[in-house]
């Protein structure tokens, strides 16, 4: 039963996870609706710089985006003379928030695109403002859509916190080596991290099925 000390730090790295999804995945959909919503926008910069946020995000390794933020941004802050270092729970959440929400902007979009022609010209008819169009008629239909893909996304999101135990943030990766390396019980620690993965994984996903559920009535309200 050694195994059951090995517990009190590994919850203690799988509340540090926790918090981490949390407020990564949170951040990540803000900037996801911000910049979907954005790279259709009849405004052109916005539309650029919403391209550009998309692109460069998702065409860039996230272990990078990590490394730059914690590392190579405080140098640049002090080429110029302004402090940019980051605590490590801030540059992990800004990482895998900014990474998320690249990937949930091409959602969001693609959920917009979805809905139907003929409800747009049936709201332009009634002199809707485009304001108006996106909040009452577009997001109502497109959010059902996009549910089951955000949940996919946030569940990555949770197994991508992994890496921030590369900047020394004691998460449950972080707090499972240091288990490892103190008892050299390689299988059990492991079996135990992959067991506590999966259990929040599923907890995760069934929140988001029964936002779903619960949202899914919008669909049948808007028709």
Known sequence: MEWISYLGPLWQGAWVTIQLTLYSTVLGALLSFAAGIGKRSSIWPLRILSAVYVEVFRGTSLLVQLFWLYF???????????????????????????????????????????VSQQQLEAAQALNFTPRQTLWRISLPQAIPEMLPAFGNLAVQNLKDTA??????????????????????????????????????????????KLLEMSVGRWRTVSR
């Not at 640049?76 to 990482?95: K, M, Q, S, T, Y």
């Open 163 to 208: 890496l921030v135990s590369l900047i020394s943030l004691g998460d449950l990766a972080f707090r499972a080596e240091q288990v490892r390396n103190f008892t050299q019980d390689s299988a059990t620690v492991y079996t135990l991290v992959l067991l506590m993965y999966f259990g929040m994984a599923l907890v995760l996903a069934g929140m988001i």
């Open 72 to 114: 190579a941004l405080p140098l640049a802050g002090n080429a110029i003379g302004i402090d940019l270092r980051l605590d490590p729970v801030v540059a992990g959440v800004l990482a895998l928030g900014l990474n998320i929400g690249a990937y949930g902007a091409e959602v969001v979009r693609g959920g917009l695109k979805s």
